[in-house]
């Protein structure tokens, strides 16, 4: 079977929702009081977050309402005072959205013309007169670690360690290179590979972020973004190979970018530690003992239910066929390529939606044969393009801060935890400067470790795992903000994106 041109996904809800940051630096807040909209905040949170629907948008401006997560809606009324709750007309709630080129927004109330502003505390509607208090720069609040897609050029950025460039030529974001890690710090983004170096504004790759490395950012309604230097320069593709770098003569829009959650790709083992692999065109194997693209599926897993699709590199699903053979020809909506999940300490069970279980022919080929799961039909499973992690839990993200000696689980940004594969499913934890995490008797944890524990990691959805720690219990976070392994049963507070 030939290969199919990868389709790019449309970014999800989550890889559109935004923070809007006032002049002051404080974030519009959706206050459970009363529902009240403020603007204190000091960090992006939940009630920090909201989501743009737009019902028309031009080059420079859009009607935009701003839904909060708690599913109500930003409101100005007459007398110009803010607050969330639910329309009671059809413009009521709506806003023109402009675009300014100093990557600043503002929203200008559609029935009375006057703008959202903010004095550093409370949010009104006052004015009709722009000023800079009008002012609001939207972050992102989608999870840091991040893939940038060229809808112009129809490929993804890619990482060349080995030149100290970026290159947008990657067909299919398999790869850990084709991750990014977006920081945002003093109103400006900057963009980490992963070999933690930098990009600088003289194209190349750098090891310590500085205002070399510091890009503005554009954003537009579904997912668009573009970084400029606040010069004049803005990244986009150049040259016949497509070097990410600055340049003032875009053509074609093609300083856009699809900012979107770095996908979880994995590679799966039989028992006789052989790869399963895609092979002669759709045919799938457990023969063989390197790991090539062939030999990484796309994880595809929605939280709420137990089912699971597997997408090859070659675009195409896993799926039942007919005399019980699992073949990579597939296509996104049939039932044939939906699979049920069982984990057993790292491992993981497949079950097809006929009922009987994924294992392994003694000809290597992949079938759906087996009515009870047994050590044939359990597979070794391991991330294939995530070399560290970055967890995001309901609290914010798990780091370690210079004031406190435990690990933290409300962090704005976060800590990378480096993975070093042990056994199937099990790693070990290490800090970003070298020694490994540690485990107190009070299922807390520290960051200077000197020996190694085991962790096993259980994806629970396409972004989202639970780590069980080595005392035997969940690592959750708690309101507190310490990180804690002390769940016997797998809780919300114990789900992080990653």
Not at 83 to 111: A, D, E, V
Not at 267 to 281: A, C, D, H, Q
Not at 286 to 297: D, N, Q
Not at 375 to 387: C, M, Y
Request: hydrophobic content about 35%.
């Amino acid at each position: 079977m030939d290969e199919v041109e990868w389709i790019h996904r449309h970014p999800k809800a989550e890889d559109l929702r935004v923070g809007l940051i006032s002049w002051a630096g404080t974030y519009l807040t959706f206050e459970a009081y009363k529902n009240t909209v403020t603007a204190t905040a000091k960090s992006l949170g939940r009630r920090q977050t909201c989501e743009l629907l737009v019902s028309n948008e031009h080059e420079t401006q859009a009607v935009v309402r701003l839904k909060s997560l708690q599913g109500l809606y930003l409101l100005c009324e007459a007398d110009g005072t803010v607050c969330y709750g639910r329309p009671r007309t059809s413009h009521h709630g709506c806003f023109l959205l402009r675009f300014h080129r100093n990557s600043k927004w503002t929203l200008q109330c559609l029935i009375s013309g006057r703008y959202l502003e903010s004095n550093g505390e409370d949010v009104f509607c006052n004015s009709r007169v722009l000023s800079a208090y009008h002012m609001w720069t939207p972050r992102p609040a989608l999870h840091v670690h991040v893939i940038l897609y060229s809808p112009i050029h129809r490929c993804y950025a890619r990482t060349d360690p080995t030149v100290g460039r970026i290159w947008v030529d990657a067909a299919v974001p398999c790869l850990e290179e084709c991750g990014f890690l977006l920081h945002f710090r003093d109103g400006c983004y900057h963009l980490e590979t992963s070999t933690h170096h930098f990009l600088s504004h003289v194209d190349r790759l750098v090891s310590q972020p500085s205002p070399q490395t510091a890009f503005h950012m554009q954003v537009r309604p579904g997912g668009l973004v573009a970084l400029c230097d606040g010069e004049g320069g803005t990244l986009y593709p150049q040259g016949t190979h497509l070097l990410l770098g600055l340049g003032s003569n875009p053509v074609r829009g093609e300083e856009w970018f699809i900012l979107q959650h770095c996908p979880t790709w994995v590679s799966l083992r039989s028992k006789t530690r052989r790869f399963i692999s895609v092979t002669y065109g759709a045919e799938v194997h457990a023969t063989s003992e390197r790991l090539t693209p062939m030999s990484l599926f796309q994880f595809e897993c929605d939280s709420e239910s137990p089912t699971l699709q597997l997408r090859a590199a070659t675009g195409y699903y896993l799926a039942q066929r007919r005399h019980k053979t699992v073949m990579a020809d597939g296509h996104p909506l049939e039932s044939d390529t939906f699979f049920r999940v069982q984990w057993n300490c790292g491992r993981i069970i497949l079950q097809s939606l006929s009922g009987r279980f994924l294992g392994v022919a003694a000809n290597g080929l992949l079938m759906a044969s087996s009515t009870l799961p047994g050590p044939n039909e359990e597979f070794g499973i391991r991330l294939a393009n995530r070399p560290f992690l970055a967890l995001r839990g309901r609290y914010g993200y798990v780091g370690s801060s210079s004031e406190r000696d435990l690990i933290q689980c409300n962090m704005d940004q976060p800590d990378c935890i480096h993975l070093l594969p042990c056994r199937q499913g099990i790693y070990h934890f290490q800090a970003q400067g070298g020694s490994f995490w540690s485990i107190t008797s009070f299922g807390t944890f520290r960051p200077w470790g000197k020996f190694a524990l085991n962790f096993c990691i259980e994806l629970q959805g396409s972004n989202l795992l639970t780590v069980l720690a080595p005392n035997g219990f969940y690592i959750r976070a708690d309101r507190s903000g310490t990180l804690l392994a002390d769940s016997e049963d797998i809780t919300k507070e114990c789900i992080w994106e990653f």
